[in-house]
């Protein structure tokens, strides 16, 4: 099947005046953190288990990787920085701590996107699970 000549002609001319950026997504998946969160008496008495996942859809840059973690977001560092926001005190709600972590993602210009989901185990013993996804975005999007 061929294009139409003015639909090729379109693509040919915006490929040789604007590259494609190149992308990839980092995950972080079933993260399991004890951490003081929840708005109940019971919940302030002591930490709780939670589960973190995150993707973050990252655009290359100019560098090439050339096998240098210094070329990349590093999950290091976000798994890192999650503990730490941990690790502050008590957190009221699962949509602060999650709030938190999207922008902890996002200090990195590179990172366009983060996806992520913050899960509380041990409210409901019929659940795996309750919490929050969100999605956040570079202000620039």
Known sequence: MELPLALATGLASRSRTRPVPKTYRIHIKDLMLMV???VYDY??????????NVAMDVVQGVTPFDD????????DVIV????ALAARG?????????????ELCLVD????????????LDVFPETDGVGVEIERHQPDL
């Open 90 to 102: 008590h957190i009221n709600l699962v949509e602060t701590f999650a709030d938190g972590i999207a």
């Open 68 to 75: 240098n973690i210094d070329n990349v977001v590093s999950y």
């Open 36 to 38: 003081r969160i929840g």
């Open 43 to 52: 919940e302030k008495q002591a930490p709780q288990r939670v589960r973190v």
């Open 109 to 120: 210009s590179r990172v366009r996107t983060v996806r992520l989901t913050v899960e509380k």
């Open 80 to 83: 890192d920085g999650i503990k």
